[in-house]
């Protein structure tokens, strides 16, 4: 069965860079557009990132844009966002999708949180 599990998050300071990783298995990851979520307390869900399956085009939103960074391996199924310069809006649970073949699939995610 299709599983994604995320990992390394955690508490950081303001300024500070944290590396979120999401491991994929069950289903042919290359073919998958992955991408990352978050939602903040009392807030909905949103986009944050997203990569083609051959790993070519990235959007970000603007909100993260120049100071996030999502890659992949597809030899390893795993795909990465790199968070740097955070502040502390960017606490939230953070959630990777796979998307293939018209079927999304989540991870169950990894608190974020950015505080002095």
């Known amino acids: 069965q299709v599983q994604l599990v995320e990992s390394g998050g955690g508490l950081v300071q303001p300024g500070g860079s944290l590396r979120l990783s999401c491991a994929a298995s069950?289903?042919?990851?290359?073919?998958?557009?992955m991408s990352w979520y978050r939602q903040a307390p009392g807030k909905e869900r949103e986009w944050v990132a997203a990569i083609s399956g051959s790993g070519g085009p990235r959007n970000y939103a603007d909100s993260v844009k120049g100071r996030f960074t999502i890659s992949r391996d597809n030899a390893k199924k795993t795909v990465d966002l790199q968070m740097n310069s955070l502040k502390p809006e960017d606490t939230a649970i953070y959630s990777c999708k796979a998307a293939y073949w018209g079927q999304n699939y989540w991870g169950q995610g990894t608190q974020v949180t950015v505080s002095s």
């Open positions: 069950g289903f042919p990851f290359s073919v998958a557009v």
